[in-house]
C-alpha cells in the first residue's frame, strides 16, 4: 500500500501526462500478480466491492487519532478487510463494519489512512484516473494503448485486462475477443443541436427513433440467453418478455443491442421511471409481467452464429439484423441526405411521444466503449447528465427531504467534478423521498444545512441555456435548470464533462 500511496502523490504534483503514465507504467511493473488487479483498482479511484455500505462519517469514527509511524500493510490485505466489510449485514452490521474498518485504519501510516478515505469517499484526486491508467498497463506490459483499450471493450474490466496483459502479454489479451456471456462496453452517442447539423456532418446517415427506455445487451446461445443493462449487470430474470423474443430469433448464437420500453395501448412510451421500475430489486417479476409489460426494440448486431460484427460498417449489420428480427421488433429507421425528411422523421418520434432521434453513420463500426461522431443524438430539449455532489435540506412542504441538489460536471482532466450550479425545481414528491433515501447513503460530509455526497448518482437536468458565471469554478452555470430523472442506469464516468457544457455558451 506505501507503495501505491507514494506513487499516487508523485503523480498528483506531476503536470504532463506523459510523465504520469510512465510513473504509474514503473509502479505497475513493480506489483505482485495477485496484486495487479487491486493495484489497478486503486489507481483508477475505486474499490472492487464498489460499494462497502460505508459513509464518511463511519470512516472518520472508526480511524481515530490512531495511525501506524511505519507502513506494513499488503494491498491484499486491505482487499481482504473490504471484503469482509461488504459481506457484512443484518443487526448490528454498522458496529462490526467499523470494528473492522478501525483495526485495518490503525495499522496504516496518515497517507495510507488518507488514500483510503479518497477510495471509500470515491475523492481520489491524482489526476490519472481510468484513461491515464489504461495508457500506464500498456507502457508496462509492452503494447500498444489501444489494444488495451480493445480488449477493455471486450471485457468491461480494466483491472482484468491489466492483470492478463501484465503477467501474460500479448497472449493473455488474445481471450478478450467478442464472447457470448461476456457483455461488451456499449458504443456512446455525441450530440448534435438538430438534424441539419446532424447530416451536414454524416451526410447520408440512417436516422432512428430516440426511445427513451433501459438500454439492453442480448446475448443467446441455444435456449440460453442473458440480458444485460447499460452497465453491463445481469438483468435477466428481470424481463422474461426479452427472453422469449430473444429465442423466438431464427440464430443459433447472437448478440443484439436495443432498448427496452414500457408502452401505453396505443403504442406511445410511458415515463423511463415507470420503464425502471421493472429491473427494481424486489420485484415480483410475474406479476410486473402482467400489469406492466415492457417491449424490447432492436437497434444493432454484435455477432452472429460465430461471427463478430464489430468491425463491419452499420449498414450491414442492421441488414442483418432487419433479416432476423420482425419489423415490430427493430426501432423505426430511416436512412436519408434530406433535410426536409429528416426533420419530417424527427417530428413523428416527438408526435409518438419520444425523446428525439439517433442519426448514425452508415460505415461506422461498432466503436465498443467510445463516445465519438458517428453516433449523434438529437434532443430538441437541452439535457445534460450530471452528478449529485450535495443536497441541501428543504423548507416548507419539503422539510425532512434534501431537495436543492448541488449538480456537477464530469472534469476529463483529474477525473473530479466541477460543479454548474443547483436546483429544487422538477422533483415529485416520490422523487423527493427517493432520493433523500439513497443521498443519505451515500453521505460523506455535512454541516447545518448541506449533505455533501459521494459523487455517484446520474441526474438529467433539462435546462433553457448555459451563461457565463463567476459564482462557480468552472465559469458557467445552467439557467432554468431543473430535474428530468434520475439515470440509474448510468455511472458518474458516464456524466457529461465540463467542456461539453462550455461547448453549449451562446456564441
Known sequence: MASLVETSLRVAATAGRRDKVALLAEFLSRVPPAEIQTATAYLCGIIPQRRLGVGFATLRNAAGEVAAEEPTVELSQIDS????????????????KRRLLAGLLARLTRDEQRYLFGLVSGEVRHGALEGVVTEAVALAAGLSPKRIRRAVMMA??????????LQEGETGLSRYSVQLFRPVQPMLAGSADDETEALDELGEAALEWKVDGARVQIHKAGDEVRVYSRALNDVTAAVPEVVDMARSLPARELIVEGEVIAL?????????????????????????RQTLPVTPLLFDLLYLDGTALLDEPYRRRFVQLGALAPEPLVVPRLVTGSRSDAAAFLATALERGHEGIMAKALDAAYESGRRGRHWLKIKPVKSLDLVVLAAEWGHGRRQGWLSNLHLGARNPVDGGFVMLGKTFKGMTDEMLA?????????EAGRDAWTVYVRPELVVEVAFNDVQTSTQYPGGVALRFARIKRYRTDKNATDADTIDQVRKLLPQ
Not at 81 to 89: D, K, N, P
Not at 156 to 165: I, N, Q, Y
Not at 275 to 281: D, E, K, V, W
Open 434 to 442: 427517493w432520493q433523500t433515501t439513497r443521498l443519505l447513503e451515500l
Open 81 to 96: 478487510v473490504f471484503q469482509q466489510v461488504a459481506a457484512v449485514g443484518g443487526k448490528g452490521s454498522a458496529a462490526e
Open 156 to 165: 468491461g474490466d480494466l483491472t482484468e485486462v491489466a492483470r492478463a496483459a
Open 264 to 288: 401505453r395501448a396505443d403504442g406511445t412510451p410511458l415515463p423511463f421511471q415507470t420503464t425502471m421500475t421493472r429491473f427494481g430489486r424486489r420485484l415480483d417479476v410475474d406479476q410486473a
